[in-house]
């Protein structure tokens, strides 16, 4: 079954600083890895998927993440942050399961971003 | 390209009262999908239309929760009644196929609190 993991459900940074956040999971078949941000008051929005190919994928507003299978990671990354980036980010899984394609996602980081 | 509409934005409610959330898709998106959000925690699939058949209902709490997505196009979610844990944002989101790859693109949500 599938499930993710993301540590820290708050992370607070300074502005300029390194953005990480991390996110594991479980899958019995390769599987499929989107991040996903959720600015407040809003819907989702696609920051970045994986499906196949490359590891390193790059993503709207700066952000990338890396596809690590020997380490079931996909951790989400921004040289540099900015106050724009303060929202909650989600970390997802899709594979085929018995039921057909299904979507998992994790429980979110809140991203702050002092000044 | 307009994006996922949903309605009402904010609802509240009694408990053991009914109430129903309407859902718009983007225009020519086959895959529908309800997702329950409690504060705190990551989406969690309801249940997800191809066309006006049902995929995938199986977290559809279903003696309390209906769904139907008539003509294939737009969509309402019901729930009658209600229960103080049914308190949460219900998301609404579209795809133009249903394969563990497509992005999804979410409405900005319909806030219910039931007291």
């Known amino acids: 079954a599938q499930s993710v993991t993301q540590l820290g459900s708050h992370v607070s940074v300074s502005e300029g600083a390194l953005v990480l956040l991390r996110c594991n999971y479980s899958s019995s078949v390769p599987p499929y890895l989107f991040w996903y941000v959720q600015y407040p008051n809003q819907g989702l929005q696609l920051l970045l998927k994986y499906t196949t190919g490359a590891t390193l994928v790059k993503g709207i507003n700066g952000f990338e993440a890396e596809f690590k299978k020997s380490e079931t990671s996909f951790h989400l990354t921004k040289p540099s942050a900015h106050m724009s980036d303060a929202a909650e980010y989600f970390c997802a899984v899709s594979d085929r399961g018995t039921g057909g394609f299904k979507t998992i996602f994790g429980a979110g980081t809140r991203l702050f971003v002092k000044a | ?115």
């Open chain 2, 1 to 115: 390209e307009a994006g996922v509409a949903q309605s009402p934005r904010y609802k509240i409610i009694e408990k053991r009262q009914s109430v129903a959330f309407w859902c718009n898709p983007i225009s020519g998106h086959a895959t529908l999908y309800w997702y329950q959000q409690i504060l705190g925690q990551g989406p969690k699939l309801l249940i997800q239309f191809q066309n006006n058949g049902v995929v995938d209902d199986s977290q559809l709490p279903k003696d309390r929760f209906s769904a139907e997505r008539l003509k294939g196009v737009d969509s309402t979610l019901k729930i009658q009644p209600a229960k103080l844990e049914d308190s949460a944002v219900y998301l609404c989101a579209s795809s133009s196929l249903a394969g563990s790859t497509d992005t999804q693109y979410f409405g900005p949500g319909t806030r219910l609190t039931v007291l």
